[in-house]
Every structure is written in structure tokens, then in C-alpha cells.
């Protein structure tokens, strides 16, 4: 099974985050990261497996490169079913709106259909750990999981 | 293949992004992020707030920078005083400035030179430890006008209000926290010249306020009707904070441009007019604060304009050939980090075009070219890592890091041998 990445981004946390997981597990697994700005949405399909990383920005907001990919979601409302995706939420516990953004995006695919699988990851940037190793940890449970 | 030596003046986030995107195109090229400052990432360490670590841990990706993939860091090197830029364009195929913006922008107006009229920018530097800052002592007193209504006025009135026993996980320095604020003032104005729907803060950087204990806030200015507007919501929300024991009191006022700072000897005042009409406002004020953005200030490198050689394209951050600059240095002060990501990831495409279209030849050597007697008592990346374990093995209880202010000693923890070596 093929493994997707799609990452959602301002500072360029989640795209490294992002191309760890796809380093990591390259050996066992065809994988490749896509920046969600460039990723069309026809290209969900239930052949792969998606891992969702995307960070929160402003007052609870998706981050820019997100928005086009969310956008196309809510306009076309694809018909999802049969796709599998995974969440890895990157945000900062200091503000109210944490992991706001990763949630979104989970919330949307569900409604059209998709099935998220396995828990819902999340670094918190306020607690001085590396966001690559919490979400290796956390892609190393989902793949273990199916 | 072409692969040039790429030097970049300024650590900070934006030269820092675009060391990213050079280095994914060339995964060979020497690229060496030069820094006047013996310690990296500029604005991430010295213009963020102490208490947004989150913020501040983009630099977490940077390290990555160093750690994984071969690119050099050379601190304590200031270019256009210790190395003119043409000797250093004279060693790399690519110089790219990067050295942001720093000087605060004047206000422009009479009495701005009394002693208690104080650069948010100086501000900043000042409470993160800036070396450079070492000798200002600013003081408050009992009521404080800031002026400005960007992420950097909030910054200070947080600052000026928030308690240190709110300053868990940061890395604030609690003397000077004390030193500079006691007592705290009692009063603050913040004003800006914006109408409230039109001030240029985040909204979260409001909600962030409502958490501060014993304030009082009142907001005057606001539009009659505005009802859904997210930051004029923020704004009425602060304005129903009541705590029982109010000690503070901070007024936000909008649509008010500044006339005179008013005072012989020190700031006893601050007028403004109305934008929009001809109203007129006058605060009693102890000190002034200006945020209202930043401005070059006179540094060891050129101004940009004198830089620019006739086939300069400022839009794709070209100055002269081999000469590129991105960032706040190349587009003026706006926009946040994640902007300037998008900015330097821009230069550095433009800089692979030059460089794939011919129109750069590359073969200098860099850092090879440059004298040893010029690279002696630099720092390098292993240098920065004693400095910042340094720090962090010193944070006080609650805190995360104690800086080194002092520029002599962080050259002797950089120089320092560990042992065994």
C-alpha cells in the first residue's frame, strides 16, 4: 500500500515533518510528500493511505498552503468514500485555538466520506520537542496499526 | 554541473529559508551563513517575544540546517567592517544579503529626543538580551503612551503588563524584568492611527491580553456597528475583563495620528490629531513608546540603493551580478516569518536561474579564499552549541534559557575546549 503525505504550511515545520516520515519509512513502504497547495483533490483515491500534517496559524486558522486544497474540498464535496487518511496536527498549546487547523481538515474529509484511522497525532510547539521525532513515533503506530 | 560558493550575510529566518531552498537545489554547494553576532537566527532570538517559545522553535528547523546538512555557520564576522562585501564577493560565487531591518522608524515629530521616548525595536532587543543593548536603562514611570497598533505595540503592552509569575517556559531574564519594570505603570494608552477594524494586530494576539491578570482595559474609538468582525469582537471582549482588584488600567484608542511630545526636559505629554476630522486628544504621559515600524539605520554594510548596479531587479531580490538580497532587506519592513519564507524561497529561485542560465560563472572558492588570520576567533556551529547549552544548562526555574548578554563571554564559552579535547 502506498503511503501519501500531504502537508499543510506557513513556517515549513509540517513539510519537514512531512519529509521525515516519508525518509523514514521509504525503505518499507512507497512513499512521497506533497504540499497541499500543489495536491488535487481527484487525487484521493482508496488505493493509498493519506497522512494529513498540518499546522494552525493566526487566530485558528489553516495555514496558507491548505487553504486551496480545503477550498477545492468544500466546493466540489468529492464523494470520499473508501479513502483512508491519518491526522498529525502541528500547533502551540500557548494559544486557545490549538491543532484547530489539523482538526478542520479532518472534520472535512469525514463529512465526505473518508475514514480517519488510527489517533489523532500532535506536537505542541511550546514543549521543546522535535516535532520530526513526536511524529515518527506517531507514523510508526499508524503503520503498525493496519 | 554548475554548483557556486554561496555566502549569506544575516542568520535570521529569512537567510535561514533560503540556505533551505539553496541547499535542497545543491546539495554539494558551500554555503556559509555569516553573522555579525556570535550566535544565529537574529529576529527568531531577538525580535520575538520571550514568552512565544512557540515562535521561537522555527529554529528547531534551521538547526537542521547545520546538524544534517553541511551548511557553515560563521558568527562573530560583521561584513563592511571586519571583511568589505566586495572582498566577500570576491571569495563567493553568490553573496545574498539577508540583514533585515533594525532601526526603529521616527515618528517624525517634535519632542521625539527626550529621554523617555523609546524604539519598540530597542524594546525588544533590550528584554531578549540583545548585546547591543546592554547600556539602555529605559523607565516608564506611572503612565506609558505607546503608539502603534502592529504585533510589536502588543508585544510591548504585554510586556509592560504581564506579571513574572506568568513567564513560565520562556526564556525571560527576571532581573531585567524586574529592573525594568518597578514599579510597573499604572496607566497605558495604546494608540493608533488606523480606525480598530483596520489595526494591523492579530486578533490572537488580543485574546492573548484577556489573560493578564489585574488589568482593566477600556476601548474607546470602536465603529457603532462591526458586529462579526473578529478583531473588533476581540477588542469588546478585553473590554468585558473586570477583575475585582484592577491595579492597571489600559486604554486602546484608534484613528489618532501623533502631533508633539510635549515636555522641557522629560516627556511630560503626548498630542494627537483625529485622522478623520479635526479632533483633537491630549495624554499625560511619563514615557512614550514608538512602534510603528522599522527603518535601515546607518550599519557597516551600504544602503540597499547604493548597492543596485544598472541590471538590478529588486522584485526578484537581484542587486548587481552575484549579488542578491531577500527579507525585510529586500522588500522593507512587512510582513511576518512565514512571509519571508515565501520571500527567500523566491530569491533563492532567481538565484538558481542566474546561476542554470549561465549568467553566473561559478569557481570561487569561498571560504578557502578567505585570509586564516580572518577566520581565527570566528564561531562556528560547535561554537553556538556551547553557547546554547551554556544557556540552557543556566535557565532559573520556570525558564528555559539564560542568554549571554555579554558578547566577550560568549566568545570565551564558543572558544571554550570541552574535555578530551
Known sequence: ?146 | MNTPSIAIVGSGPSGCYAAQALRKHWPDAQIVLIDRLPVPYGLVRYGVAPDHQGTKAVSRQFERLFEREGVRFLGNLEIGRELTLDELRAAFDIVLLATGLDGDRALDIPGERLPQVYGSGRLTRLVNEHPDEAGFSPRFGERCVIVGNGNVAIDILRLLLKPLDHYQGSDLADDLHRDLLSPPPREIHIVGRSPAAAAKFDTVMLRELAKLPGVAFRIEDLPADGQGDAKLDALRALAEVAPAAAERRVTFRFGWQPQAILGSIRVEAIRFTASQDEGALLLDADSVVSAIGFAERPGALPAREQLAGPRADLERGLLDAGLFCAGWFRRGPRGTIPENRNDARLVAEAIIASVEGGQIACGKPGLAALPDELLAGRVDYAGWQRIDATEQANAAPGRVRRKIRDRARMLAVAHAHPHGE
Open chain 1, 1 to 146: 500500500m502506498k503511503l501519501v503525505v500531504l502537508f499543510g504550511t506557513e513556517t515549513g515545520n509540517a513539510e519537514l515533518v512531512a519529509e521525515d516520515i516519508v525518509d523514514a519509512v521509504r525503505a518499507e513502504t512507497e512513499a512521497s510528500a506533497h504540499d497541499m497547495a500543489d495536491f488535487d483533490i481527484a487525487g484521493l483515491t482508496p488505493d493509498a493511505l493519506y497522512l494529513i500534517v498540518c499546522s494552525t496559524y493566526g487566530d485558528g486558522e489553516l495555514p496558507n498552503s491548505a487553504q486551496p486544497f480545503a477550498n477545492a474540498l468544500r466546493e466540489q464535496r468529492p464523494d470520499l468514500s473508501g479513502v483512508r487518511f491519518a491526522v498529525f496536527g502541528l500547533g502551540d498549546s500557548f494559544y486557545a485555538t490549538y491543532n484547530q487547523g489539523s482538526r478542520l481538515l479532518a472534520e472535512l474529509l469525514g463529512e465526505l466520506g473518508a475514514r480517519q484511522v488510527g489517533e489523532h497525532g500532535l506536537h505542541d510547539a511550546s514543549s521543546g520537542e522535535l516535532p520530526g521525532d513526536v511524529a515518527l513515533a506517531w507514523a510508526k503506530s499508524i503503520l503498525s496499526q493496519l
